[in-house]
């Protein structure tokens, strides 16, 4: 993992709104619409914080057809486990120092 990738995991997780949709996502997928009403937000808004979720790697979306053919699309959480330790952090930069992306001190 990245500096990038673990700033994208801990800036998803940093919210108290995608904290809410990781917790109605634990009782199975959901498709947007239910998703929205029972969180009481927008879609518009919860699309947000749902690509910001799914950049991170916690959730993932899939478009499906309904029976009466309309596109729903469908979210689940994906499987994490998230330990954070200075060795995470170490890692992570380390990690970006091997692709060239940190600075040399």
Request: glycine content about 8%; aromatic content about 4%.
């Amino acid at each position: 993992m990245t500096s990038e990738e673990l700033l994208a995991l801990l800036a998803a997780l940093g919210h108290a709104q995608r904290l809410r949709v990781i917790a109605e996502l634990s009782g199975g997928r959901m498709y947007v619409s239910e998703l929205a009403r029972r969180l009481g937000v927008s879609r518009p808004l919860l699309y947000m914080h749902l690509e910001r979720l799914e950049t991170a790697g916690l959730v993932v979306g899939r478009l499906e057809l309904s029976p009466d053919g309309k596109a729903l699309k469908y979210y689940e959480l994906a499987p994490f486990d998230v330990h954070l330790t200075a060795d995470t952090v170490l890692a992570a930069l380390r990690e970006d120092q091997s692709d060239g992306k940190g600075k040399s001190t």
